[in-house]
């Protein structure tokens, strides 16, 4: 990693994010190269375009690269301008229908963004009610959408030429928090009203909003990492209500979650980071030390958005499923198929799916060789951090 650049990439995302005018001194030299491909590895390098404009001492940076910069901050803004029209669509078409919903994540943090439109989102997630579902599904198909894949939280609807729409009916996530019951409780009578494109909708409550933030990135974290742009949202929400936010509340649902040190340790970075004030009313979370705090950035800068930038972020029972999968993992895809005739095929199942993996195009062949190299020593690193944060 690349600690100065990283560096600069904070410093140029902290202007972003509070709309202040580029004259900040960045550390020199400046390795535009390297900023840039961190920019799109945590998926904000829309965000810093405007800001790298307004810098006095830009001329280092190649033209080539300042164009290619221009181009896809374009793109962003024109691809994430229709999917908001798109959404507001769906959401009327479910408002004719008496479907109430509420909007989730970049759907509505992206208000809180100087340029929402280089808030990307790559789908939109809506939180229905489960009785609604069956509406839903018919609404949606004949609209064009199909149904692409289902987990038992959510269905992801594909249509054509649209960005995928993800239906939740609950907000748990059973790996991290299956012991946890009531989990939706009041969150539907403290919604708030809010609107897309003039379309009316829901949103949640602030402290729903603030929470449901912090359990996304703590099952993120477990899974495979989440990257810098989360701590954004978590600090521009916070930042704009948080004489608005009923602390006590909030620290209510972090206890009966069991996430306190998480919590703790995700607003000590981002106040680290942004150089944003201490939230007092949170101190009975308690205070994560400099240390794993330290060790938290280090972890979400080389994560990626979702810990797709270094596929080692991962925990110790998945770094082995991913290298030795279970037969009966293996055996719904059609290129394992010969694994039903006999399991003693599944040594051969496993070379078969190592080979594929190599050529795999999702993770680029610098972070395979890390996967392979360092992976096991990233996993113990990084199960210790869980362990720190009470996620383990």
Known sequence: MNTQSYRQLIQLLS??????????????PINWEQVYKYAQAHQIEGLLYTTIQQLPYREDLPKELLETWKKNTFITGVTQHIHI??????????????????ILKGLILRQYYPRPEQRTMSDADLLVHAEDLNRIDELLKNAGYNVNHATPIHIVYT???????????????????????????????????????GVKTLC???????????THMATHM???????????????????????????VFCNQVEQWHLEKFVSAIFGVYQKLFKMEKIIDIERLGTSSIQIVDALIENLLEAGVYG???????SEQRYLNILFPKKEHLIPLEQYAYLKKSSLLLPIAWI???????????????????????????VKKRNYLLKQLGLL
């Open 85 to 102: 029209k798109q959404v507001a669509q769906i959401l009327k078409m479910f408002n004719e229908a008496s479907i109430p919903v509420i």
């Open 15 to 28: 202007i972003a994010i509070k709309n202040q005018e580029g004259n900040t001194v960045l550390a020199q």
């Open 159 to 197: 249509g054509p030429d649209s960005l995928p729409i993800e239906i939740h009916w609950t907000l748990k996530h059973n790996t991290l928090f299956k012991k946890v019951n009531n989990i939706e409780g009041g969150l539907w009578a403290n919604t708030l009203e809010t609107e897309i494109e």
């Open 204 to 214: 949640l409550g602030l402290e729903d909003q603030v929470f449901h933030l912090c």
């Open 222 to 248: 477990v899974e495979s990492g989440f990257g810098i742009r989360q701590i954004a949202d978590l600090a521009l929400i916070v930042e704009a209500h948080k004489n608005d936010i009923q602390w006590e």
């Open 352 to 378: 078969h799916h190592l080979y594929r993996a190599i050529y795999h195009k999702r993770y680029s062949n610098e972070a395979k060789l890390k996967f392979a190299c360092y992976g096991i020593q990233q």
């Open 308 to 314: 797709h930038e270094n596929i080692a972020f991962i």
